[in-house]
């Protein structure tokens, strides 16, 4: 099991209390680190491939987030971050039953992406199938050098159901996704970030740190912002450039006139904030 941090080289933060709704969740490993809640995939063994519990563990775990979370990091333990669908526990499946199981991948993954939180998924060994489709419902992405990204649902007779074709080809585009199900095509990780699969490459046991860094920088954002960027940047993104527009001036308007908003701007005219700068 990896040890989270704040940052690199730092000593780990002490982990809160949970509720007892997180705390009940038996193949998940969660602990609250300030304001980020680190959740990990717990069943190693399976290459933390995800079945009907682990999905329904995860549909709790995001529509309960305590009220100090303020940013997820989701990883997994041991040598892979999710290798998709558990198929030793797959069974014969009526239509209605299949849609049905589809769905509560759906419902699970929703409250990831489009829950109160960011989450910044942290990437290494096999990120495949519904693995590929959990990472795909997350914010950030950051990949160590042993990910590899692959969609064998087509050499399976099978086709994506935790919301992959919805999801996977405004990362990567369609064509990519139709090669990947189709041939089989596994990306590594540096292949991985260039067509869009993480924003990230870290060094090699470096992922969770950096994924720590990063969600706490989130986390000291103003909430409203961070809830555009979840619920409103990808909305206004599927809408025609006119109606986007206007959904924008909306938004702005709402996160602008919030009063941490001011408090922040007012702290940028006194010189108390930082001005961006090249790193």
């Not at 941090?5 to 730092?10: C, E, L, N, V």
């Not at 030793?88 to 849609?99: D, F, H, N, P, Y």
């Amino acid at each position: 099991m990896r040890t989270p941090t704040t940052d690199a080289g730092s000593t780990p933060s002490l982990p809160a209390a949970l509720p007892a709704t997180l705390a009940a969740l038996d193949l998940l490993r969660i602990d609250a680190l300030g304001a980020v809640l680190h959740v990990r995939l717990a069943r190693p063994a399976k290459r933390n491939a995800i079945n009907d519990a682990l999905v329904a563990q995860l549909r709790v775990a995001f529509s309960s987030l305590p009220e100090s979370a303020r940013a997820v990091v989701l990883s997994g333990e041991g040598d892979h971050f999710c290798a998709g669908l558990d198929l030793s526990e797959l069974s014969e499946r009526t239509v209605a039953e299949g849609i049905a199981h589809s769905r509560s991948w759906h419902a699970a993954f929703e409250q990831i992406q489009f829950g109160r939180v960011p989450v910044v998924a942290v990437l290494h060994g096999a990120v495949v199938g519904g693995g590929l489709e959990l990472a795909s419902a997350c914010h950030v992405r950051v990949a160590e050098p042993s990910a590899y990204y692959g969609l064998p649902e087509g050499q399976r007779g099978l086709f994506v159901g935790g919301g992959g074709s919805a999801r996977i080809p405004r990362l990567i585009g369609v064509a990519r996704m139709a090669d990947m199900m189709l041939t089989g095509r596994i990306y590594d990780a540096h292949e991985g970030q260039a067509i869009g699969l993480s924003q990230y490459v870290v060094e090699a046991g470096s992922g969770i740190a950096r994924a720590m860094q990063l969600a706490a920088r989130i986390a000291a954002n103003a909430p409203l912002s961070n809830f555009a960027v979840m619920h409103a940047l990808p909305r206004i993104a599927e809408m025609g450039q006119s109606e986007g527009l206007f959904a924008e001036s909306l938004m702005a308007a709402i996160a602008s006139g919030d009063d941490a908003a001011k408090i922040r701007m007012r702290d940028f005219l006194e010189g108390k904030a930082g001005k961006v700068t090249k790193a």
